[in-house]
C-alpha cells in the first residue's frame, strides 16, 4: 500500500487503471488482509479505497468496495491464517456472511465477527452502490474471552446501540482521525480498542459482569464520553446528568474519569468551546449571532461563554468570527489564534 503517513496505510484503486482495478483489490486483499477467492459484476468499473493502521497487536483496516461476493475455503485457510476474529462495521451498502451453519442475513450499520480459521462466504447486495466496512482484526490470544463462546456469535447480525455505539463511534473516529495520530500513540488506542471490544462482545454474549473490572470501567468510561458528545447541546449536561444516565454515583464518575487528561466537567466545557469555534468559522452560519451559537453547545450564559472562549483561544468569539470569515482563511486563523486548553483545567 502506499503510505500516506507514518502510521497509516492508504491505496486507491483510482491510482490503477480501470480494467486492472478489481484484479489489484483482490490481490491486496489477499495479500494484506487474508487469503479469499472474490468475484464481481462491477469488474468493469471497479472502485475501491484501503487503508490499514496496526495499534499494537490489532490492526484496523478500512475498505470502501463496490459490490463483490467472496468465499473462504479450507484451502484458503492452509495458505494463511492470521489466527484473528475480525469484528466488522457494514456501513452504507448491505453485506452478509455465512459461517459456522449460520446466515447473518443483510446487515447495514451494523457488526459482523468472523473467525478466519473457519470457512466464511459473503455477499453484498449486488444491486446497490460501494460498501464502506470498517475491520478491527483481533488475535485471538489477545482476547480475553473463550473462543468457544465467541464463536456463538459469528454470522450474527450485531447491533450499533449500547456498547455498539461505542465501538461504532471508535472505529469511525480512528478511520477519520487516524492519520494525524503519532506513532507513539497506536499502542495506546490499540488496548482501548480491545478493552471496548472485549466489553461489547461480552455484552452481547450476556457476560459483560464476567469480564474484568478494569474492561467494564473502560466500557462505561467510553460510554460516558458518547454520552457526552451526543448531548453537548442540552444546557442540562453536567456531571451530574452523566452520573444518573448511566446510574453511577458523581463519586464514580469522577472516579472514571481520574487518568483522563481532563475531568468529565472540563471535557464538557472544551467540547462545547470547539464546536463553538467550529461553527462560528462556517459561512452558512454566519447569520446567527454569537449568542445563538453558544446556546447551539449548552452555554446559557453569553458572558461566561465569551470569557471561556478568550481563555481558551486568546480571542474574543466575535474576534475570531471576523478573523476566519474574513479575507484570511479558517487555517490562517488557527494559525494566528492561541489555540490552548484553558489556563485552569477543571478537574471534577
Not at 484458503?76 to 457494514?90: K, M, N, V
Not at 446466515?103 to 478466519?116: A, E, K, P, R, Y
Not at 459473503?122 to 489477545?142: A, H, W
Request: a neutral charge; one cysteine or more.
Amino acid at each position: 500500500m502506499s503510505a500516506r503517513s507514518r502510521t497509516w496505510t492508504r491505496a486507491s484503486g483510482r491510482e490503477v487503471p480501470v480494467a486492472e482495478r478489481f484484479d489489484w483489490f483482490t490481490e491486496t486483499v489477499c495479500t494484506d488482509l487474508l487469503p479469499v477467492e472474490i468475484k464481481t459484476d462491477r469488474a468493469h468499473d471497479f472502485h475501491a479505497d484501503i487503508g490499514a493502521v496496526e495499534l499494537g497487536a490489532l490492526t484496523v483496516s478500512t475498505l470502501e468496495f463496490s459490490p463483490v461476493w467472496s468465499r473462504r475455503t479450507p484451502a484458503h485457510i492452509r495458505r494463511g491464517d492470521p489466527e484473528q476474529y475480525q469484528l466488522a462495521l457494514i456501513e452504507d451498502n448491505a453485506m452478509k456472511a455465512r459461517q459456522l451453519s449460520r446466515d447473518s442475513g443483510l446487515v447495514v450499520d451494523g457488526f459482523i465477527v468472523s473467525n478466519t480459521s473457519a470457512p466464511l462466504e459473503c455477499d453484498t447486495d449486488r444491486e446497490g452502490g460501494p460498501i464502506r466496512v470498517i475491520v478491527l482484526q483481533i488475535p485471538r490470544s489477545e482476547l480475553p474471552l473463550p473462543a468457544r463462546r465467541v464463536d456463538h456469535l459469528v454470522a450474527r447480525r450485531l447491533p450499533r446501540t449500547g456498547l455498539g455505539a461505542v465501538m461504532a463511534d471508535f472505529l469511525t473516529s480512528l478511520r477519520d482521525n487516524g492519520p494525524d495520530c503519532r506513532s507513539e500513540e497506536l499502542p495506546a488506542l490499540g488496548r482501548v480498542a480491545l478493552e471496548v471490544a472485549t466489553a461489547y462482545l461480552a455484552e452481547q454474549l450476556g457476560t459483560l459482569e464476567c469480564t474484568a473490572p478494569e474492561i467494564r470501567a473502560r466500557a462505561l468510561l467510553e460510554r460516558a464520553k458518547v454520552f457526552i458528545e451526543r448531548n453537548l447541546g442540552d444546557p442540562e449536561l453536567t456531571p451530574r446528568a452523566v452520573a444518573d444516565h448511566h446510574n453511577i454515583s458523581l463519586r464514580g464518575l469522577y472516579a472514571l474519569f481520574g487518568d483522563e487528561p481532563e475531568g468529565v466537567a472540563a471535557l464538557i466545557r472544551t467540547r462545547r468551546l470547539e464546536r463553538c469555534r467550529a461553527d462560528l468559522a462556517r459561512r452558512e452560519l454566519s447569520a446567527l449571532s454569537v449568542q445563538l451559537v453558544a446556546a447551539r453547545w449548552g452555554f446559557s450564559n453569553a458572558t461566561v461563554f465569551g470569557r471561556a472562549f478568550r481563555q481558551a483561544y486568546g480571542l474574543t468569539p466575535g474576534e475570531y468570527r471576523s478573523h476566519a470569515l474574513g479575507p484570511g482563511s479558517a487555517r490562517e486563523v488557527e494559525r494566528s489564534c492561541t489555540l490552548r486548553r484553558p489556563r485552569e483545567t477543571v478537574r471534577a
